[in-house]
T-cell receptor, first 112, second 113 residues
Framework: EDKVVQSPLSLVVHEGDTVTLNCSYE??????LLWYKQEKKAPTFLFML????IEKKSGRLSSILDKKELFSILNITATQTGDSAVYLC????????????FGAGTQVVVTP | ETGVTQTPRHLVMGMTNKKSLKCEQH?????MYWYKQSAKKPLELMFV???????ENNSVPSRFSPECPNSSHLFLHLHTLQPEDSALYLC????????????FGPGTRLLVL
């Protein structure tokens, strides 16, 4: 059975802190790993990772994939209150067109 | 403002009711998806449509019936639901094989009494 596990489930940090979110997976026919940010309702796309060891960066957010150890991390530096959200990790499976297997998410709360 | 809209945004229904959720995308995408997000559970894919054809049915009970009349519209018809079906139902759309552009709608919060 395909599995995506995120940790921690939730965390509270102060503005300016750095957070590291983890996503590990066990799937057959891995194609890519995606990170989403979910505030209120609709998830918004952050990153798509297909190759090991190549860091993707967008402002204060960065992410990297390790296909040997089957995990990815999402880093947020100099956190702001606007970073408070649920961060979702999803793995795309090649044998099901369009199928994304999601993790349960990590709830991040950034306090002033 | 998202290019994917969903109506209604909130819905309360009894177990014997029949209702429909509507999703519309204004992005010119070819694929549309229904997801279910229950409290404290991972987001679950329900159905995938590509060029109006259903390509994935992720073992969803028959009390959920999707309809995709064209690439821009997607419906989810609901009948004889159970309280455990209460959840946030999210619609998404994307171009072919381009995962970066899987855009989500705001969702419909459904409560089954």
């Amino acid at each position: 059975e395909d599995k995506v596990v995120q940790s921690p489930l939730s965390l509270v940090v102060h503005e300016g802190d750095t957070v590291t979110l983890n996503c590990s997976y066990e799937v057959t026919n891995f194609r890519s790993l995606l990170w989403y940010k979910q505030e209120k309702k609709a998830p918004t796309f952050l990153f798509m990772l297909t190759s090991s060891g190549i860091e993707k960066k967008s402002g204060r957010l960065s992410s990297i994939l390790d296909k040997k150890e089957l995990f990815s991390i999402l880093n947020i530096t100099a956190t702001q209150t606007g970073d408070s959200a649920v961060y979702l990790c999803a793995v795309e499976i090649t044998d099901s067109w369009g199928k994304l297997q999601f993790g349960a998410g990590t709830q991040v709360v950034v306090t002033p | 403002e998202t290019g994917v809209t969903q109506t209604p945004r909130h819905l309360v229904m009894g177990m014997t009711n029949k209702k429909s959720l509507k999703c519309e995308q204004h992005l010119g995408h070819n694929a549309m998806y229904w997801y279910k997000q229950s409290a404290k559970k991972p987001l679950e894919l329900m159905f995938v449509y590509n060029f109006k054809e259903q390509t994935e049915n992720n073992s969803v009970p028959s009390r959920f019936s999707p309809e995709c009349p064209n690439s821009s519209h997607l419906f989810l018809h609901l009948h004889t639901l159970q309280p455990e079906d209460s959840a946030l139902y999210l619609c998404a759309s994307s171009q072919d094989r381009s995962r970066e552009t899987q855009y989500f709608g705001p969702g419909t919060r459904l409560l089954v009494l």
